[in-house]
């Protein structure tokens, strides 16, 4: 079993930069994939990106972050970050971090954080 702990987030101007991070807990997290979900009020959650433990960490990003957004993990240190670039006010949202054992990227994940607000501004 992994616990998942975001942090991060804030209010961010328009075009600015967020980083958000991702500590887990479990001495198998190198096992995981491990991926960012996001949820506006009256919205689906989205999976922004994803990024496998095999395939040398393969990674997914969603059409509408791809070139802004970029994942990336230290498993020695347990964590996963979300660096988020060009910021714009549609991606104002809780951020979400999931773990799940598979090495698929999919939106089935077994474990899930608490999630941390992002707020972009206009």
């Known amino acids: 079993q992994v616990q998942l702990l975001e942090s991060g987030g804030g209010l961010v101007p328009a075009g600015g930069s967020l980083r958000l991070s991702c500590a887990a807990s479990?001495?198998?997290?190198?096992?995981?994939?491990i991926a960012w979900f996001r949820q506006a009020p009256e919205l689906e959650r989205e999976l922004v990106a994803g990024?496998?433990?095999?395939?040398?960490?393969?990674?997914y990003y969603a059409g509408s972050v791809k070139g802004r957004f970029t994942i990336s993990r230290d498993n020695a240190k347990n964590t996963v970050y979300l660096q988020m670039n060009s910021l714009k006010p549609e991606d104002t949202a809780v951020y979400y971090c999931?773990?799940?054992?598979?090495?698929?990227?999919?939106?089935?994940?077994?474990?899930w954080g608490q999630g941390t607000q992002v707020t972009v501004s206009s």
């Open positions: 479990g001495r198998t997290f190198s096992m995981y994939t």
């Open positions: 999931a773990a799940d054992k598979s090495p698929r990227i999919t939106t089935e994940f077994d474990y």
């Open positions: 990024i496998s433990w095999s395939g040398g960490g393969s990674t």
